[in-house]
């Protein structure tokens, strides 16, 4: 039996960081953490409809 690791939510969680990193250098966390959210939902989105083909 293979056991297979699900990467679900993973680039989600890479945009929230990286939108919170960003945030905290620019001094506008509420700015970046939404867009950080919006960027990973994205890159999640694309990942599941290339996946399907």
């Given amino acids: 039996m293979k056991i297979e ?6 680039k989600l969680g890479i945009g929230i960081i990286l939108g919170a990193i960003v ?8 700015l970046w953490f939404v867009l950080g959210i919006a960027i990973g939902s994205a890159l999640e989105y694309g990942a599941k409809k290339n ?3």
Avoid: P
């Fill in 5 to 10: 690791k699900s990467g679900k939510g993973l």
């Fill in 23 to 30: 945030g905290y250098l620019t001094s506008n966390m509420q």
């Fill in 51 to 53: 996946h399907k083909k």
